[in-house]
C-alpha cells in the first residue's frame, strides 16, 4: 500500500495582481502517524531545488488522509517566475522515508498549464475545501475528466440531510459556461488531456454537505465518490469542555486559571461547563472580582457570555457554585436547588444553572452546568429533579439537552445506573471511546454491564438526551501532564458534536 501518492498537480500563472505563477499538489497520505512529515521536493528551470512543507487538508477513506502544498509566486524585475517544474512527494513518518516520484523519474508540470492528474485517474474532484465559512451559501465544484472518455454529462449528487433527500446539480464544460471568471482559469481545453468542468451546489443554511461525483459518457458511467465514502464539507463541530475548578485549593492557583484560559483558546471550545466556581464569601455577598470562572473568562483573547451562580459556602470561605461560559449568546438563563437542603451552610445544597443556546447551522440546544452530591448524600434526589427539569425545557425547537459536569457516582456504579435506567440520557464520552460498551450499556441493556466499566474512573459526564438530533464524534481528556498540567483535582473532558 502507497503511504504517499499524488493526485493532482495544478499549474496556473494569473495576472489578476500582476504576473503570477500559483502551485497546488494535491496527494493522499496513508495515516501511519500523528507525527509525520510530508513535503514536496521540487525545482523550477532553474535547476535550484527546493523543500515545500504540506499541510493536512482533510480526511479521505478510513486510514487515509488529504494533504495539499501551496506555493505563489511574484513576477518582478529582479525575480522571474519557476516556470516549468519537476517535484517529487515525500512522507516521513516513524524513523522512515516514503516517497512517490514517478519510479524515480520525478514528475513533471509545464508553466500554465492546469490540472494535471497522476496516475491515470479518469474522473477526480479537484480543488475542493475541507470545510464551510460562515454564511457560505454554495460550495464550487470542480472536476478534471480523461479527455479519452469524451464525458457528455457530469453530475453531482448531494445531500445536506444524510442522504435522506438527494439533488442533482449539473456540472458544466462548454465554452458558453455562464461564469467567464471561472472559464478563465479552467484551462479547456488542457495540454494534459484533461477536461476541467465546473458547477455550484446551493446548499443555503446546511451545516454537512455529502456528494460524489457521477461522469457518464457513451454508454458508460463512471463515479468519484471518495473510494466509496463520499466527499464529506462542513461547517465546524460543537466543541465543548467541562472542568471541575476545585474551588481555590490549588496551588499555583493563579497560574492554573491562566492555563485553562490557554487551553480554551486553543482547542477553540464554544461552551464551558465549570464547577466549584467560587468566589470570596465576603460574609454572603460575595465578591465578583474574585469569581473564578469571571478570571478565566477575563483572560480568554475574546470574552465569553457567562451565566454563574452559587449553592453553599465552600471550604469555609468562598461561594462555591457552577457556571457556563459560551461563546456565543445565551438565553433564557436559569438557576435552580435540585437538593432538599437550600441552606448556604450546608454543603450538600446543589444548585444548577441552564441557559439555551443557539449554536450557527446546528440550532437551539438546552446546556445544564451540575455538580451534584455523593449517592449516599443525595444524588438520587438531585439527578431526578434535573431530569425533571430537563424534560420541561424540551420543545420542537430544541436539538439537544446536555447534561455536564460533576456528577459525584462513578461510572459503573448505582449513581451512573440510575441514569441508564431512566432510559432518557446517554453518556457521550462513552460513546465515542468505547463505542462497543456504550451499545452493550445503553442499547442492548447487557445485564453484566457495569463489569465493563470497572477501570472507568471518571464521575465528571455529559449525558445528552437520546432524543436529541446531535451526535458526539470525538472526546478526549485535557489537562493532564501530557498538555496543559494538572490544574485542579479532576481532570477536564474534551468533546465534540456534530448534526445526527
Not at 50 to 69: D, F, I, M, N, V
Not at 158 to 176: E, I, Q, R, S
Not at 221 to 242: F, M, P, Q, R
Not at 416 to 432: F, I, K, N
Request: aromatic share 12%; proline share 3%.
Amino acid at each position: 500500500m502507497d503511504k504517499i501518492q499524488l493526485l493532482y498537480v495544478e499549474n496556473v500563472i494569473t495576472r489578476k495582481k500582476g504576473v503570477q505563477q500559483q502551485l497546488s499538489f494535491f496527494m493522499r497520505v496513508e495515516n501511519a502517524s500523528y507525527d509525520k512529515q510530508i513535503d514536496v521536493l521540487w525545482s523550477g528551470e532553474d535547476g535550484v531545488w527546493q523543500t515545500l512543507p504540506a499541510r493536512h487538508h482533510s480526511q479521505a477513506e478510513p486510514g487515509k488522509e488529504y494533504w495539499q502544498a501551496l506555493a505563489e509566486f511574484q513576477l518582478s524585475a529582479n525575480k522571474s517566475l519557476p516556470g516549468n517544474i519537476q517535484f517529487g512527494l515525500r512522507c516521513q513518518a516513524l524513523g522512515a522515508e516514503y516517497w512517490d516520484n514517478n519510479q524515480g523519474l520525478n514528475y513533471s508540470s509545464q508553466a500554465d498549464s492546469g490540472i494535471k492528474v497522476a496516475h491515470n485517474v479518469p474522473v477526480l474532484n479537484t480543488g475542493f475545501a475541507n470545510s464551510l465559512k460562515d454564511n457560505q451559501k454554495f460550495v464550487p465544484i470542480t472536476v478534471a475528466v480523461d479527455r479519452s472518455l469524451d464525458a457528455e454529462k457530469v453530475t453531482v449528487h448531494w445531500t445536506a440531510d444524510n442522504w435522506k433527500h438527494t439533488h442533482k446539480t449539473p456540472c458544466y464544460f462548454k465554452t458558453n459556461y455562464w461564469d467567464k471568471e471561472l472559464l478563465s482559469n479552467a484551462r479547456n481545453p488542457n495540454q494534459y488531456g484533461c477536461q476541467v468542468w465546473k458547477g455550484w451546489l446551493k446548499i443555503r443554511n446546511a451545516f454537512r454537505v455529502q456528494y460524489s461525483i457521477c461522469c457518464e459518457s457513451k454508454g458508460q458511467t463512471i463515479w468519484d465518490n471518495n473510494c466509496g465514502h463520499n466527499y464529506v464539507i462542513s461547517h465546524e463541530a460543537l466543541k465543548i469542555l467541562i472542568l471541575n475548578l476545585h474551588c481555590y485549593q490549588e496551588d499555583n492557583q493563579d497560574y492554573k486559571f491562566s492555563q485553562i484560559a490557554k487551553a480554551i483558546n486553543e482547542l477553540d471550545a464554544d461552551i464551558v461547563c465549570l464547577q466549584e466556581v467560587a468566589e470570596l464569601w465576603n460574609n454572603g455577598e460575595g465578591d465578583w472580582d474574585s469569581n473564578s470562572a469571571k478570571i478565566i473568562n477575563d483572560r480568554l483573547e475574546t470574552p465569553y457570555h457567562i451565566y454563574t451562580d452559587w449553592a453553599h459556602l465552600g471550604f469555609d470561605r468562598y461561594r462555591e457554585g457552577v457556571a457556563i461560559l459560551s461563546r456565543y449568546p445565551l438565553s433564557n438563563e436559569e438557576s435552580r436547588y435540585v437538593s432538599d437542603s437550600h441552606d448556604p451552610y450546608n454543603i450538600h445544597s446543589r444548585k444548577v444553572v441552564m441557559a439555551q443556546i443557539n449554536i450557527p447551522y446546528m440550532g437551539l440546544i438546552n446546556v445544564f452546568s451540575a455538580h451534584l452530591s455523593w449517592w449516599e448524600d443525595g444524588f438520587q434526589k438531585q439527578f431526578n429533579r434535573l431530569r425533571e427539569w430537563a424534560e420541561s425545557r424540551q420543545s420542537a425547537q430544541v436539538r439537544g439537552t446536555l447534561l455536564c459536569g460533576d456528577f459525584n457516582v462513578a461510572a459503573g456504579s448505582s449513581g451512573y445506573s440510575l441514569v441508564v435506567d431512566s432510559h432518557q440520557y446517554e453518556d457521550q464520552y462513552l460513546a465515542v471511546n468505547s463505542p462497543l460498551v456504550f451499545e452493550k450499556i445503553f442499547k442492548v441493556n447487557d445485564p453484566y454491564w457495569q463489569q465493563y466499566l470497572v477501570d472507568d474512573c471518571r464521575i465528571d459526564f455529559i449525558f445528552m438526551n437520546k432524543s436529541g438530533s446531535l451526535q458526539a464524534i470525538s472526546g478526549s481528556v485535557v489537562f493532564t501532564d501530557q498538555d496543559y498540567g494538572r490544574v485542579s483535582d479532576h481532570f477536564g473532558y474534551f468533546m465534540t458534536f456534530e448534526p445526527k
